[in-house]
């Protein structure tokens, strides 16, 4: 059974729960639960399907510190027994969505951020006089 298939099925019976993937010597985590862990630890996301891997055992003890601290349901699926729950912890109070929500735009402004700075180093580069000019309409919008 593919990953993606059996976080399918779990996202149907636990929609606010973070799914961690023990892979051997490397932790995955997948899809919207990503903003998540980009909100609490600004680690960087990969991938189209916005995959956060970690190949650090050591982090992961860590890693479910700052979920519980910050009150969020989580699982640790274990691959190589059949996706069996390693471990797990469910709060009355859960903080998911309040966190997601925030991580999500936390991490488009900063996407958002990277792409200005690579734009106004690209002018910076080639064209000063140009990104003099960008600089003063901006400052003319901001100040009126």
């Not at 023990?22 to 189209?48: A, L, R, V």
């Not at 996706?83 to 999500?104: P, Q, R, T």
């Amino acid at each position: 059974m593919s990953v993606f298939h059996v976080l399918k099925i779990a996202r149907k019976l636990h929609p606010n729960t973070v799914f961690i993937i023990d892979d051997y010597d490397k932790y995955y985590i997948y899809d919207k639960d990503c903003y998540i862990i980009y909100k609490i630890f600004n680690f960087d996301i990969h991938g189209n399907k916005n995959i956060f891997i970690t190949n650090r055992i050591k982090y992961l003890p860590y890693l479910l510190n700052k979920l519980n601290e910050e009150k969020i349901d989580y699982k640790v699926l274990c691959k190589r027994h059949g996706y069996d729950i390693n471990s797990e912890h469910h709060f009355l109070d859960n903080n998911y969505c309040k966190v997601l929500k925030n991580g999500k735009l936390r991490y488009q402004r900063t996407k958002r951020l990277n792409q200005i700075y690579c734009k106004l180093n690209y002018f910076l580069k080639n064209d000063s006089k140009e990104l003099v000019e960008i600089l003063n309409e901006i400052e003319g919008i901001v100040y009126v």
